[in-house]
């Protein structure tokens, strides 16, 4: 069956951290641009980050940089992300999603619930 | 960074009827390499993810019915529901792709009227 499916969500005090799962199947992971991308409860979308096929480059939101961290390992069809750092305003369902060439998300996980409140 | 605006934020359509979203970006997302929008359409549904309907703009992704329908160049984009169905309500979002940074709309949600 194709699908993602995100783990690791949760309810954590601001300052704490997190570690986001998306285990990826029925796919070719390992030759496609991998996103985490957020939603705000009752909100929009909100790109987070992205890691290439291969791990070589990754790019951030700018009010994520240097607290979250993505990364893969295609030999176990995952993505990840650690969440450092975390504020109130990072209270959102976080999205794996599959990156195709022309810019978009053509493949969604279901999400994963963090909430950041004290 | 590009500023993606959708109006209305709301609407209501009779079924059958046709519906209209416009998304209007703060600069153009026209790719020099290949002559292609970088602009997508998504429809989500309450308690579901996003689902990817419109690519390059006008490009159908595959399995979406062909009553939805993009359009537009530049800065200037319409997503069109040409026949409502119950099925369509949801809320609708473009997107845009640039340089290492991707961004949404606001969002338009479509209800029956």
């Known amino acids: 069956q194709v699908q993602l499916v995100e783990s690791g969500g949760g309810v954590v005090q601001p300052g704490r951290s997190l570690r986001l799962s998306c285990a990826a199947s029925g796919f070719n992971f390992s030759i496609y641009a991998m996103h985490w991308v957020r939603q705000a409860p009752g909100k929009g979308l909100e790109w987070v980050a992205v890691m290439s096929y291969d791990g070589s480059q990754k790019y951030y939101l700018e009010s994520v940089r240097g607290r979250f961290t993505i990364s893969r390992d295609n030999s176990k069809n995952g993505l990840y992300m650690e969440v450092n750092s975390l504020r109130p305003e990072d209270t959102a369902i976080y999205f794996c999603?599959?990156?195709?060439?022309?810019?978009?998300?053509?493949?969604w996980g279901q999400g994963a619930m963090v909430t950041v409140s004290s | 960074d590009i500023v993606l605006t959708q109006s209305p934020d709301s609407l209501a359509v009779s079924l059958g009827e046709r519906a209209t979203i416009n998304c209007k970006s703060s600069q153009s997302v026209l790719t020099s390499s290949n002559n292609k929008h970088y602009l997508a359409w998504y429809q989500q549904k309450p308690g579901h993810p996003p689902k990817l309907l419109i690519y390059?703009?006008?490009t159908r992704e595959s399995g979406v019915p062909d009553r939805f329908s993009g359009s537009g160049s530049g800065t200037d984009f319409t997503l069109t529901i040409s026949s409502l169905q119950a099925e369509d309500v949801a809320v609708y979002f473009c997107q845009q792709y640039y340089g290492t940074l991707w961004t949404f709309g606001q969002g338009t949600k479509v209800e029956i009227k």
């Open positions: 390059w703009a006008s």
């Open positions: 999603a599959r990156g195709r060439i022309y810019g978009a998300f053509d493949m």
